[in-house]
């Protein structure tokens, strides 16, 4: 069954833990990004110089799949159309270190390439943020996912003192929907700490 959701929040981090919880969230981020470059580099060297196989025949599932998972290998670096759109190629190009970048110190946003969610860091408040897109079973999907896995386990594992913490609320198109029987606001989907 269909489910249209998204949710959102920022869990404060104590002062004492903020910077070990970032670097924590760098280094989960920066291996993830290595996995996915030697899966890119593997899947290319699968289907180097090959064109899309057709639905039913032998790699059409994992060609369909890279298509989202590593959509720079299907579009010209640097090459535009005349009306400014990107060239897409007819087969995968080689990964380079350029289409999977590491985080930094300076690093506060976390792309998660072609997925529904993203996270990253607001050092004045010395937060985490969270968020999923809306759609369908999206936050479903992201809760799936590697990153998101790891991420909550490192927010589970702080020390949360007085005035840190924070929830995640979200909503769903049920939940808005049965508004007459008391549903339809936005409801806490998690929390860390006592705030």
């Known amino acids: 069954m269909s489910c249209n959701e998204w949710e959102e929040g920022q869990i404060k981090i104590p002062s004492k833990a903020w910077v070990d919880t970032k670097k924590r969230i760098r280094e989960a981020y920066n291996k993830w990004v290595n996995d996915e470059l030697e899966a890119a580099k593997a899947f290319y060297k699968r289907f180097k110089g090959k064109k899309a196989p057709k639905w039913g025949e032998s790699g059409y599932e994992a060609w369909d799949e890279a298509q989202g998972r590593f959509y720079k290998l299907f579009v ?92 995640i609320v979200g909503n769903d198109e049920y939940n808005r929907e049965d508004r007459y029987d008391g549903g339809g606001s936005n409801y806490v989907k998690r929390s860390f700490g006592p705030k």
């Open 76 to 167: 010209h670096p640097t090459k535009k159309t005349e009306q400014g759109w990107i060239v897409q190629l007819k087969s995968p190009r080689s990964p380079r270190r350029v289409d999977f970048p590491l985080a930094t110190n300076r690093t506060e946003s976390f792309d998660v390439y072609n997925e529904e969610f993203g996270f990253g860091f607001d050092n004045k408040t010395r937060s985490v943020c969270w968020h999923v897109d809306e759609n369908n079973r999206s936050c479903d999907k992201a809760h799936k996912h590697i990153l998101a896995r790891q991420l909550f386990t490192i927010l589970s594992m702080i020390d949360y003192t007085k005035g840190t913490g924070g929830t």
